[in-house]
Nanobody
């Protein structure tokens, strides 16, 4: 079993930056691919980005490509989401998720086995 705890959300002005963290419990964190998803009010949850178990491979949604960066520190059992040039449409609850099956970043939420409780990000104009 893996427990995931997100932090770092908050209120920021458009154009600003935030860094989200996701701390994981469990000794096998380094073998999991990790993903970030978000859900805006009234909308479905959507893929933001994902990173392989090694950190060498990443995937991003087109809407965040070039602005967001995922990284991980396996020694600290933590994955990060650096968000720059934030836009109002980035507002939502951000969730991290762990995929214990392949170690390869994937875009579909059904592929992920464990989820955090989410952290709120609000971007004001």
């Amino acid at each position: 079993q893996v427990q995931l705890v997100e932090s770092g959300g908050g209120l920021v002005q458009a154009g600003g930056s935030l860094r989200l963290s996701c701390a994981a419990s469990g000794r096998t964190f380094s073998s999991y691919a990790m993903g970030w998803f978000r859900q805006a009010p009234g909308k479905d949850r959507e893929f933001v980005g994902a990173i392989s178990w090694s950190g060498r491979s990443t995937l991003y949604a087109d809407s965040v490509k070039g602005r967001f960066t995922i990284s991980r520190d396996n020694a600290k059992n933590t994955v990060y989401l650096q968000m720059n040039s934030l836009k109002c449409e980035d507002t939502g609850v951000y969730y991290c998720a762990a995929d214990e099956d392949t170690g390869i970043p994937r875009t579909s939420d059904v592929e992920y086995d464990y989820w955090g409780q989410g952290t709120q990000v609000a971007v004001s104009s």
